[in-house]
């Protein structure tokens, strides 16, 4: 799949005077190295104090590549972004957009490294320090060194994503159709933090993402622009990219779905043996009960998107959903009546939420999605489905 890609380099600034004329020199250097793509590269300056736009204006008329954007107020790193992105897609027509940022910290040779990768498929290549090869800088002292590995971390867990090595890089080079999926203009951070919302977002969209490794220098020229600790804005934007997570939310609501099932059933329970029910009729009749609840509310809230309509259509799927539930059943006695039978009675409370937990939840969340409501597909039983139906 090899084409001729524009890529944009967005390159905010504050206060860079002293980095952007030599930036954009090695620039001029670098980039007529990459031969297969057309690179340009667009500075975003929230109007400097110490005037680095003009730098860039002024070289703009020797080189046709260079661009800039001029903001009028500061707004802070994801804001300059946003509006550095949004500009490359839209004027510039950018089929990719490169994070990089202008103190020489990222490498001007590392560049066509990560361009390399568009040819390969990928729509999401990350700058990684944490891969082999990558590496921070060594006159990072501890404390430094740790707020990076512990923030990395932090993002890695929240988002559920072991597969990432580096969360938190700003060197990263991202498809337009990828970025466009995000919401540019309403980021959950204005300053550093936005970068693990477009991480999160675009590799959970379902973006074809790579590590390459990167050398994170140290900064020799200007000063660091974080000022506050970027740690609880960081925490704030992992939230939130789970709180939107559609997949998230939908395990959020069965789980609430699940809890609802449980009220309902304990409470039809106590009823029914208070008015002297049969012993059986109690059990079968509130869990009968519970299995309606969770049917009738999971197609209404948790699964709406796949919803089953029609009286026929609902008779059979609430039967094959009785079903799944009678294998719920089974497998919490099965599990149940051997694990007394290994450990001995004193562990029968303790054994009901681990199965629970790591089995029956699981179970039912599989079957939902498998057989019950079709969200997740597979190609090989949707194959033996259509056999047997046929
Ligand atoms: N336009 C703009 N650029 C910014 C802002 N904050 C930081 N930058 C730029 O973003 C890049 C990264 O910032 P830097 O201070 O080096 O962060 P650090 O490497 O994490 O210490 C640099 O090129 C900065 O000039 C901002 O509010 N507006
Ligand atoms: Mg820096």
């Keep these: 799949m090899k084409y001729m890609a524009k890529v944009v380099i967005v390159i905010p600034t504050y206060n860079e005077r002293e980095n952007t004329e030599k930036m954009i020199e090695a620039l001029a250097g670098e980039l007529p190295k990459i031969k297969n793509h057309e690179v340009h590269v667009l500075y975003v300056d929230d109007t400097s104090p110490d005037t680095t736009y003009e730098v860039v204006r002024e070289k703009g008329e020797k080189y046709p590549w260079l661009h800039l954007l001029l903001n009028a107020e500061k707004k802070g790193l994801g804001v300059a972004y946003a509006k550095g992105f949004t500009f490359a897609m839209e004027k510039l027509e950018a089929d990719y957009v490169m994070e990089f940022d202008a103190d020489f910290q990222h490498r001007p040779d590392e560049i066509k490294r990560l361009v390399e990768k568009i040819d390969e498929g990928y729509e999401y290549i990350i700058g990684s320090r944490y891969i082999p090869g990558g590496s921070i800088p ?35 080079l991202t498809k337009s159709s990828v ?5 540019l203009d309403h980021l959950y951070s ?3 933090a936005y970068k693990v919302q ?5 590799i959970q969209g379902g973006a074809k993402w790579a590590e390459v490794p990167i050398t994170f220098m ?5 000063e660091s622009k974080i ?18 997570n559609p997949k998230m939310r939908r395990f959020f609501k069965f789980g609430t779905v699940g809890f609802i099932g449980y009220i309902i059933n304990a409470s039809f329970l106590y009823l029914f043996s ?7 009729v109690s059990w079968a009749g509130s869990t009968e009960l519970a299995i309606i609840s969770n049917f009738t509310l999971n197609n209404l809230w948790t699964f709406s998107s796949n919803k089953i309509s029609g009286i026929g259509k609902i008779a059979s799927k609430f039967l094959q959903f009785n079903l ?15 694990g007394v039978m290994i450990l001995g009675p004193q562990y029968r409370q303790i054994l009901l939420p681990f199965i629970v937990v790591f089995l029956v939840l699981p179970y039912n969340y599989l079957m939902y999605n498998l057989v019950i409501w079709r969200t997740w597909k597979f190609p090989l039983l949707d194959k033996l489905l259509a056999k047997k139906q046929a």
């Design 324 to 338: 799944t539930s009678a294998g719920a059943l089974a497998i919490q006695t099965g599990v149940g009546t051997l």
């Design 179 to 183: 970025m466009k999926k995000i919401d």
């Design 218 to 222: 140290a900064r020799t020229k200007g």
């Design 138 to 172: 060594k006159e990072w002292g501890f404390s430094r060194k740790f707020l990076s590995v512990v923030g990395n971390l932090i993002a890695r867990v929240g988002l559920l994503m072991p597969k990432v090595h580096d969360l938190t890089t700003g060197f990263k």
């Design 227 to 244: 000022i506050k600790n970027e740690m609880a804005e960081t925490l704030k934007v992992i939230f939130l990219v789970q709180f939107h």
């Design 198 to 202: 477009i991480l999160g977002q675009a």
């Design 190 to 192: 204005n300053s550093f």
């Design 274 to 280: 208070k008015r002297g029910f049969p012993e059986w």
